[in-house]
């Protein structure tokens, strides 16, 4: 594979573009080995040496571990976001989007298992900062979900419910799926939890003529 990083040192990127690409170069690496060594015992040199360049050239575009650390974390979580927009963009039912929106969030982590063991790593390495990167993406993507939840309870679709705690308590679930999979260490794929996610989610949602189809609500392409 063409190591486009050594094509320049370590001086000033010549535009965004150029620096944007230079980071999704290392920050790939990073993740891998953040995740399979751990924060504490991870020296920036191995993650230089793995992409043949010098330790400088990454500490150029991350001025410390801490902040190379936490950017390969908020990479993870914009990944998810990305993954969530895909999946329900071209569907034009709302409890269908919110149906394939909770399946992409699965299966986003079997494809991305690393991005557990980081949010894992982040609350344990940094207990000192005010919100973790993952309940920093939540609070920056959730408005819209609060619209679509508010909108469903208004027309009859779903229970008469809060919109905020409906949201909150889905993430939460999420999240805890997730963890608990994970140290579970069983070789379950995440996404193969989804039926039993959504049935549970839809059946203290959805109203009791939306209840009557919900299986067409767990079907997908």
Same mark, same amino acid.
């Given at each position: ?16 573009? %150029? ?31 793995? %992409? &043949? ?22 990479? &993870? ?12 963009? &071209? ?26 063991? %980081? ?103």
């Amino acid at each position: 594979m063409t190591n486009t990083l050594n094509r320049r040192g370590p001086g000033r990127p010549r535009n965004l573009e %150029l620096a944007s690409q230079r980071c999704e170069e290392i920050l790939p690496i990073a993740t891998e080995i953040f995740a399979s060594k751990g924060y504490a015992s991870t020296d920036v040199q191995e993650i230089a040496d793995r %992409l &043949g360049i010098a330790k400088g050239t990454v500490y150029h575009y991350f001025p410390s571990k801490e902040q190379l650390f936490l950017a390969a974390v908020d990479r &993870g979580m914009a990944g998810l976001s990305g993954a969530i927009n895909a999946s329900v963009a &071209g569907e034009p039912d709302t409890i269908k989007q919110i149906a394939r929106a909770i399946r992409a969030f699965l299966k986003y982590f079997d494809s991305n298992p690393d991005v557990v063991e %980081l949010i894992v790593q982040e609350r344990a390495e940094f207990r000192d900062r005010k919100k973790p990167t993952y309940l920093e993406h939540r609070e920056r993507n959730i408005r819209p979900w609060h619209e679509h939840f508010r909108s469903l309870c208004k027309s009859g679709r779903f229970r008469p419910l809060n919109e905020e705690q409906m949201t909150q308590t889905i993430s939460n679930l999420l999240y805890g799926t997730i963890f608990t999979t994970y140290f579970a260490r069983e070789g379950q794929a995440f996404e193969s939890l989804s039926t039993q996610v959504l049935s549970l989610v839809f059946a203290g949602l959805l109203s009791d003529a939306e209840l009557a189809n919900l299986d067409k609500y767990l079907e997908f392409d």
